[in-house]
């Protein structure tokens, strides 16, 4: 054997016997290849031409239908690969379950099975979640065609309704059941399963804050022993999203701008019976607000009011809202000023040096394009100007996306919509906008009942009936029935937000009261009617201007023997004070430049003697400051509370005209256990007085506990004063306590806050005090709603 470097590998030379061999099998090959290839070219050009068709099977569809369907006209010339098109076309109709066509000479014989007709359709093993629920998602009807892809899709969507709710182990299976005349009832048959908890909450990454604290930040919770009412611990996909997005929005109003969730991750226990969520996050660096400068771009236009209307300052902790709020405050003075079109623009220059931002507001001018109309659709029961007064543009007026997404934003703050959406488009002319509300209603009345309990008043029921969008105006109309131990009331409240259309407020409450107290010797009996106007001075204050019309009178307690100053108070009998006040207040918890501290300031001033039978003047103030340190895990708040009493005319004050301090309001004492009292006839009543003030001091921190049980600390220190019963008909009475002195109370609290309401427990110790105060070393107060 030889090898050529030119042809690679070679055979030596043949004898004629293998040439004549290897001849013939050239040949062979030759021939079965044009074999192989002429064949199927054969098949593949047979032709059919059909003068009639033949249709069976087929019940509810016409066979005129049938065989357009196919697209096969008499006498046409048709391929193997046309007839194969018709034959799926027939079955892609979704109407027949089998199709078959089978040439027969000129005749095309069409056989087919149509799907059968719904004739009910019925969910069985669901228990947590109504028929009447499942039934909206599914798209299967009865008397509709049946087709198994639609079955398993409708399955798919029950399934979703229960993974929503945690219960991502549920299985859904559709099955029919054959009927006679080619119906079939549909069953779809649930395995419920249970609800899978996140057994642990965890977070890689976080240095600024503890896991403590942001887990209080999620909606998705950990698993706890009160998980039977508590349902955020179980896993809901949509709900970590949601969370995710939380989490973004904290960080970012903390100042930290690069803050990133680099994932979430939810794993399987060892036992595969609840979940791990690990979320991994980057904070990156905190940064504040360096320079903060205004420039104009439109002519003719002084940005330095523009700068003067700014609230931010340098060192300000960054925050987006204060960016947003900042444009909200110029665009407003763009309007005041007549600038169309106004635009700002915010640019951001970071300085990762001393971690600032520089920020220019920039005033530009905006595409001149105007608002059209504003099209309401999907209110079926709220009025449309309810909803067109939550925007600040009109018809008209230049477009501002900012100011539209905001109005977007108060419309779903309402509460009357499941679903409220405001798009933009384009108008009959490019230079102007259609904006389009479409909102889906939602139920808006309610039904609560709610139980207390406090040491003063003992156990209560409160029974409330709600409608914050009475006859669809937006307005509320609530009736509550409160009955305790020691105290009753009954009251109707109506709120109209916007009166005559303006941002004017009116409050009307009407109502009956009435105590039997067992800290008292006197029982009490109120009517009163309460209206009031509430006008938005700016972005935090407000002024209130009301009227109260109050019919009061003093009874005497069965078995009971009062002092000299009661019983001369319940001859006086029914009494009616008709006052006009007005109050200033001023609150930035909420809406102030830090998040984590904020200021609360009322004053306001009653002047009785409109009209009833009592005159007097009554001035009250409070002040409440609050912030959070050690990366918001401790509260500290400080208090001011007084109050002033001026008594006018010729009668006398009664106890429940003055001041009377309870635990609400200076813990460590009975209702009335401090300030003057009348111990005439063996008699110890307190009576009350004309001014007063109480400092509190507390905080409230974690105990190291988890977080999911709701427990924390908190430790108080309280300090006041009530005196001056200059008004008081003495009667002869033994009265002391009138010149006042400073008490001191300091104590510690255990807050629980549990799935039915806020617990408090305080326990407090009087440091300095009067022998004739009426200690009260305990405290629990708890309110719930069911």
Known sequence: ?????????????????????WRALTIFFL??????????????????????????????????????????????????????????????????????????????????????????????????????????????????VFTPQVAETDA?????????????????????????????????????????????????GNRAYSDRRLRRVLETK?????????????????????????????????????????????????????????MNITEGQKFSFGRITTVSEIPGVDPAPYQDALKIKPGV????????????????????????????????????????????????KGPRIFVERIDIEGNTTTLDRVIRRQFDTVEGDPFNPREIRQSAERIRALGFFAVADVETREGSTPSQVIVDVDVEEQPTGSLSLGGSYSVSDGFGIAIGLRESNFLGRGQNLGITLSTAQDAEQYTINFTEPYLLGRKLRFDLGLGLASTNSSFASYDTKRVFLNPQL???????????VRYGWDR????????????????SEIAQGKRVSSTLGLSYVYDSRLGGLNPNAGVLFEVGVDAAGLGGDNQFFKTTARTVAQTKVLNEEVTLRASLEMGALHWRGNDFSRTID????????????????????????????????????????????????????????????????????????????????????????????????????????????????EEFDKVQNFDLTIQAQF
């Open 552 to 567: 009061s009178e003093m009874t005497q307690q069965d078995d009971e023997t009062n002092g000299a100053v009661i019983s």
């Open 317 to 364: 902790i960054y925050s987006p809202t204060l960016i947003e709020n900042s444009i909200a405050r110029q665009e407003r003075l763009g309007i005041k000023q007549g600038v169309d079109f106004l635009r700002i623009e915010p640019r951001v220059t970071r300085n990762d040096r001393d971690l600032t931002l520089d920020v220019e507001f920039v005033l530009t």
């Open 222 to 278: 950990q698993a706890n022993f009160l998980r039977t009412f508590l349902r955020g611990d179980t896993f809901i996909a949509d709900r970590i999203e949601f969370d995710k997005q939380v989490l973004r929005d904290f960080y970012l109003s903390r100042g930290y701008v690069d803050f990133r969730v680099n994932s979430a991750n939810v794993e399987f226990t060892r036992e595969r019976d609840a979940f791990f969520l690990v």
């Open 658 to 769: 003055r001041f009377v301090l309870g635990p609400n309001t200076f813990r460590g004492f009975e209702p009335a256990g401090i300030g003057p009292r009348d111990l005439s006839s063996g008699q110890d009543d307190g009576i009350g007085g004309n001014y007063y003030w109480v400092a509190r001091l507390e905080s409230d921190f974690p105990l190291g506990l988890p977080e999911e049980l709701g427990l924390r600390g908190g430790v108080f220190y309280d300090f006041g004063n009530l005196y001056n019963v200059s008004n008081v008909n003495t009667n002869g009475a033994d009265i002391v306590g009138a010149d006042g002195s400073i008490r001191h109370v300091v104590g510690v609290s255990l807050l629980w806050d549990t799935p039915f309401g806020p617990l408090r427990f305080n326990f407090s110790q009087a440091v300095k005090k």
């Open 156 to 204: 798919d969507l029950i399934a979703e309704v229960y993974s929503a709710q945690g219960r991502v182990a549920a299985t859904v299976i559709p099955r029919i059941i054959r009927r006679s005349d080619n119906r079939v009832d549909l069953v779809f048959e649930v395995a419920e399963g249970t609800t899978i908890e996140i057994e642990r909450v965890s977070f890689v």
């Open 1 to 21: 054997m030889a090898y050529s470097r030119g042809t690679g590998i070679s055979c030596g030379a043949k004898s004629p016997q293998d040439n004549i061999l």
């Open 534 to 544: 509430t006008y938005a001075i700016g972005e935090l204050s407000a002024l209130r």
């Open 31 to 144: 021939f079965a290849a044009m074999t192989l290839t002429v064949l199927p070219q054969s098949a593949l050009a047979q032709n059919y031409s059909f003068s009639g068709f033949k249709v069976e099977g087929n019940r509810r569809i016409e066979t005129s239908t049938i065989i357009a369907r196919t697209g096969i006209e008499p006498g046409q010339s048709v391929t193997a690969g046309q007839l194969n098109d018709a034959y799926q076309r027939l079955l892609d109709s979704g109407v027949f379950e089998t199709v078959e066509l089978t040439p027969s000479g000129s005749t095309l014989l069409i056989e087919v099975q149509e799907y059968p007709t719904i004739n009910k359709i019925s969910i069985e093993g669901n228990r947590r979640v109504k028929d009447d629920v499942l039934m909206e998602v599914i798209t299967s009807q009865p008397r509709r």
